[in-house]
C-alpha cells in the first residue's frame, strides 16, 4: 500500500468560515447547535448536540455542518486550548456552528478522508504546530492567515482510510466499553435506591406482593412489613442509624513531604484531591517513594475538601495526602458502601440534606450517621451488584489499555513509521 504523502496548507485544501454568534436569548429553543464545548470535548461530532439557537434560513446555509467539516477552536484563555478540533461525520440537518469555532470546508476536489482528518488534527504534530503559531496577549486567538500557514499531510486516500479506520476501531472499543460501565452504573443505583431510599421491596410485601424483582425470595421473605420512625425518618423496623465509624474503617489522609514526590513512576501512587479522578478509578500521575497513610485495593477514595464527597474506588495499593479519606467496610461490603457513600454525597460538597462544607475533619466523618439495614438484605445487595462493579473494574482496565495503544500508534501511523492495511472488499 503506497504510504507517499503530500504536505498541504490548509488554505489549499480547505475554505474557512467563522461561525455563528447571537445573543443569549437565542439560544435554548429552534434549531441543533454545534457549541465550543462540543468542539473542544469531541473528537467528532456528536450524534445530540449540545444547544439550540433560533438560527434563520440565511443562517442555517452559511454556517451549516456536513460530513468532512473540520471545526477549530479559535480562541481561548490559554494555546493549550486553541485549534482544538472536531470532524464531522456525517451532514447535520438544520445545524449550525459557534462564533468561537472556525469551520475548515474541503474544497472540491481535495481527497480527505474525515475520519484521518479527526486524528489529523488532534495528532501531536498539528498541536505542536497550532501552539508554535498562535500568539497570546490576554487570549490566544487563531485567525484565517494564521490557519493558511498551517499544513495537512495527507497520504493516499487509501491509506487515511486504513488509519481513520484503525485508530476509530478502537476508540468505538473505548465507547462501547464506556456506554456499559455507564449502564452497570446505572442499574446498581438504581437497585441501592429502590432497596434503601425507597424501601420498596417493604412497601410491596405490605400491600400484599410475595415478590420483588432482584431481590431474592428468602430475603424478601425475612423482611419487615412496618416502617418506623427514624432520624432518617420512616425506615424499615429492624434497621437502625449507626455512625460512620462503626460502618466503615476509616484513613484520612496526610501528605508527605513533596521532596518524595515524582513523576516517574517511583514508588506508590498519590492522590491528595480529585484532579486526577476518573469514572469509577484514578489515573495514576504523581507518585511517592516514602510510605504515608495508605489505602488497599477495593478502598474507597473521598475527597474530604471541596469538592467535598467525590468518590472513586483505589485499583491498587496508593497513598492518600491530605485531601482524600480512605474508607473499607467493616463487613467486606464495599459495594454496598460505595452506593450508599454516591447516595449521601450525591452533590459536590453537599451532605445529605444539601448542607454546603468546604472540607471536613474526621471526628465530622466518623460521627456521620448511617442507615445500617439487616445483615441478609445488605449482604443480598452485594452479592447482587458486586458482579457489576467487578465487570465495571474489568472495562474500565481494558479501555485504558486501548486508549494507551491508541496514542501509541495515532503518532506513529500519521508520520508513517507504523503502517496498516487498507481493507480490500
Known amino acids: 500500500m503506497a504510504s507517499e504523502k503530500v504536505d498541504n496548507f490548509l488554505s489549499d485544501v480547505y475554505e474557512f468560515r467563522s461561525g455563528l454568534s447571537k445573543s443569549g436569548s437565542e439560544f435554548g429553543s429552534g434549531y441543533p447547535f454545534l457549541t465550543f464545548k462540543d468542539v473542544f470535548y469531541n473528537l467528532f461530532v456528536p450524534d445530540e448536540l449540545g444547544d439550540l439557537v433560533n438560527s434563520t434560513d440565511a443562517e442555517r446555509i452559511a454556517c451549516d455542518i456536513r460530513r468532512g467539516d473540520v471545526f477549530l477552536t479559535r ?79 495527507l497520504p493516499s486516500m487509501e491509506v487515511q482510510a486504513a488509519i481513520g479506520n484503525a485508530l476509530k476501531n478502537l476508540d468505538d472499543k ?16 438504581a437497585i441501592f435506591r429502590a432497596w434503601f431510599v425507597d424501601f420498596e421491596p417493604v412497601k410491596i410485601k405490605a400491600a400484599g406482593g410475595n415478590s420483588f424483582p432482584s431481590m431474592p425470595p428468602s430475603v424478601f421473605d425475612a423482611l419487615s412489613t412496618r416502617l418506623i420512625d427514624s432520624e432518617f425518618g420512616p425506615v424499615p423496623e429492624g434497621w437502625e442509624a449507626k455512625p460512620l465509624n462503626q460502618v466503615a474503617h476509616l484513613t484520612m489522609g496526610q501528605s508527605p513531604s513533596s521532596e518524595f514526590y515524582n513523576l516517574d513512576g517511583d514508588g506508590l501512587p498519590f492522590h491528595q484531591g480529585v484532579s486526577d479522578y476518573g469514572f469509577r478509578f484514578p489515573t495514576h500521575r504523581v507518585y511517592c517513594t516514602t510510605d504515608g497513610r495508605l489505602a488497599e485495593p477495593r478502598d474507597i477514595l473521598l475527597s474530604v475538601r471541596a469538592p467535598v464527597g467525590r468518590i472513586n474506588v483505589a485499583d491498587r495499593r496508593l497513598v492518600l495526602g491530605r485531601g482524600l479519606a480512605g474508607l473499607r467496610h467493616r463487613n467486606a461490603h464495599q459495594t454496598f458502601l460505595f452506593y450508599q457513600l454516591a447516595h449521601v454525597f450525591a452533590e459536590e460538597d453537599a451532605i445529605g440534606d444539601g448542607t454546603i462544607f468546604k472540607s471536613v475533619t474526621k471526628q465530622f466523618l466518623s460521627n456521620m450517621p448511617f442507615l445500617v439495614p439487616t445483615e441478609n438484605i445488605e449482604k443480598a445487595f452485594e452479592d447482587l451488584v458486586r458482579p457489576f462493579d467487578e465487570l465495571v473494574a474489568t472495562k474500565e482496565a481494558e479501555t485504558c489499555n486501548l486508549l494507551i495503544l491508541r496514542d501509541y500508534l495515532l503518532p506513529r501511523l500519521l508520520n508513517g513509521n507504523v503502517r496498516v492495511e487498507a481493507a480490500h472488499g
Open 174 to 189: 473505548v465507547a462501547h466499553n464506556r456506554r456499559i460501565t455507564r449502564l452497570l452504573d446505572y442499574f446498581a443505583r
Open 75 to 153: 480562541t481561548s484563555e490559554t494555546m493549550d486550548e486553541l485549534g482544538m478540533s472536531c470532524v464531522a461525520l456525517r451532514d447535520v440537518p438544520f445545524a449550525t456552528f459557534n462564533g468561537f469555532s472556525k469551520r475548515l470546508r474541503p474544497k472540491p476536489g481535495s481527497n480527505i478522508v474525515p475520519e484521518y482528518a479527526g486524528y489529523f488534527f488532534r495528532g501531536p504534530q498539528f498541536r505542536r504546530d497550532v501552539t508554535a503559531m498562535s500568539s497570546l496577549s490576554t487570549r490566544a486567538s487563531l485567525n484565517n492567515d494564521m490557519l493558511s500557514r498551517l499544513r495537512i499531510s
